[in-house]
């Protein structure tokens, strides 16, 4: 019964390093998103897939890159990070696209 | 720029009270409709969704949409310490993509 798995948890990043986070989900959804959260923010949509194969730009994608070599998985590329990418980010997936959206547990990244 | 808007708060109501959560859209596509509850440091969780204009109840939960007006609201029967959270509204449009309003921070004091 995972859902939507994120990893890791925690993680800094020094200035310039880059980094993927992890998303997988074990529920057969064709969407997948990710979203970022800035402090006292709503969620801002960076990524998202409609299926394998097939991804999209959202509301703030520079700095990040994303693949969807399955449906399964829908990992986040930062290449080259910076202090504006420090944000909790959380991935969804969603079986229509527009019924519900179900979230991971989220990956707490800080740039120094 | 498709927006959401929320009255961030705080919003404090006493146990017991019911508490009234708004948001409106500005995209006339949107199709559906949903409100999420978060707890600090923790990830969203789906409290109820609405696609159809008029109300829909879910126990203590009520969610109200009016199309033409291109608003939703929240209504919390019966609050309760253990509702202290901030909502976020979320809008879907015919693009599949989920936008999300700021949140409303949300306190219920015993």
């Known amino acids: 019964n995972a859902g939507v798995t994120q990893t890791p948890k925690f993680r800094i990043l020094k200035i310039g390093q880059s980094m993927t986070l992890q998303c997988a989900q074990d529920m057969n959804h064709n969407y997948m998103y990710w979203y970022r959260q800035d402090p006292g923010m709503g969620l801002k949509l960076i990524y998202y897939?409609?299926?394998?194969?097939?991804?999209d730009k959202g509301e703030v994608p520079n700095g990040y890159n994303v693949s969807r070599s399955t449906t399964e998985d829908f990992p986040l590329r930062l290449e080259l990070a910076a202090p504006s990418q420090t944000s909790v980010y959380f991935c969804a997936s969603s079986q229509t696209g527009i019924g519900e959206a179900f979230f991971g547990q989220g990956t707490r990244l800080t740039v120094v | 720029q498709k927006e959401v808007e929320q009255n961030s708060g705080p919003l404090s109501v006493p146990e017991g009270a019911i508490a009234s959560l708004n948001c409106t859209y500005s995209?006339?596509?949107?199709?559906?409709f949903f409100w999420y509850r978060q707890y600090s440091g923790k990830s969203p969780e789906l409290i109820m969704f609405?696609?159809?204009?008029g109300d829909k109840e879910d126990g203590r939960f009520t969610a109200q949409l009016n199309k033409a007006s291109q608003y939703v609201s929240l209504l919390i029967r019966d609050s309760q310490p253990s509702d202290s959270a901030t909502y976020l509204c979320?809008?879907?449009?015919?693009?599949?993509?989920?936008?999300f309003g700021t949140g409303t921070s949300l306190t219920v004091i015993p």
């Open positions: 897939s409609v299926g394998a194969g097939i991804t």
């Open positions: 995209d006339r596509g949107s199709q559906s």
């Open positions: 979320a809008v879907s449009n015919t693009g599949n993509q989920f936008y």
């Open positions: 609405i696609y159809s204009n």
